[in-house]
C-alpha cells in the first residue's frame, strides 16, 4: 500500500473541497489515468462497485459518463462536460452526481510533477454549501477516493515499467 495519504480539506461554510494526494509518477502517466476509459475502470471509485459505464469523450466540450454499481444492484452515475484541457497538467470539467443534479459542480485537476512523483490537486466547487456537504456526506467520497487512489497506484506502477520509487522523498 501507498505511503501516500489523501488530503481532503473542506472548511464549514465553504462552497468548495479540494483533495491533494501524491503519486509515484510522472505527470504524463497520472494525465492518462484520468483520461483514458481502460484505465479509469482499473482504479477510479470505491472497490465494492464496478463500473457498468466508463464513456469518455475527452476534448473541450466533450462529455463524459460514469456509472457503477453495488453488489445490491444500486447504481452511482456521474457526468459532465470537459471545459479546459492542458496537457498533461490540467483538466476542468463539470460534475453532476445523478442523484442530486441541481448540485453541479466544476471540478479542476492540476498535475504538478517534482522528482518523477506527481501531485494531484482536485478543487471541486460547488453552487452552494448544501451541494458541497452532500458531496461529502457520511464519507463516501473520502473511502470511494482513498480505495480508488490505492489501485491507481497499482495501475501507475504497471504504466511505469513497475516503477513505484517508495523509498524517494
Known amino acids: 500500500m501507498s505511503k501516500n495519504k489523501l488530503e481532503i480539506i473542506a472548511e464549514p461554510g465553504s462552497f468548495t473541497i479540494v ?8 505527470a504524463s502517466l497520472v494525465f492518462e489515468a484520468f483520461t483514458k476509459p481502460e484505465h479509469i ?3 477510479m471509485g470505491p472497490d465494492a462497485l464496478v463500473y457498468v459505464v466508463c464513456d ?5 466540450g466533450g462529455a463524459y459518463r460514469f456509472v457503477h454499481r453495488s453488489p445490491d444492484g444500486q447504481e ?3 457526468r459532465g462536460t470537459f471545459r479546459e484541457i492542458e496537457r498533461p497538467t490540467r483538466i476542468v470539467r463539470t460534475f453532476i452526481c445523478d442523484r442530486m443534479p441541481e448540485h453541479e459542480a466544476v471540478e479542476t485537476l492540476d498535475l504538478a510533477e517534482r522528482n518523477g512523483k506527481t501531485t494531484i490537486t482536485t478543487t471541486t466547487v460547488h453552487k452552494t454549501v448544501e451541494g458541497r456537504d452532500g458531496h461529502i456526506a457520511g464519507g463516501r467520497m473520502e473511502i470511494g477516493m482513498t480505495e480508488g487512489y490505492a489501485r491507481l497506484d497499482t495501475l501507475l506502477a504497471s504504466l511505469n515499467g513497475g516503477t513505484t520509487n517508495e523509498a524517494s522523498p
Not at 483533495?19 to 509518477?25: D, K, L, P, S
Not at 469518455?56 to 473541450?60: A, G, K, S, T, Y
Open 19 to 26: 483533495t491533494r494526494r501524491v503519486v509515484n509518477a510522472p
Open 41 to 43: 475502470k482499473r482504479w
Open 56 to 60: 469518455v469523450d475527452f476534448r473541450l
Open 76 to 78: 452511482f452515475a456521474f
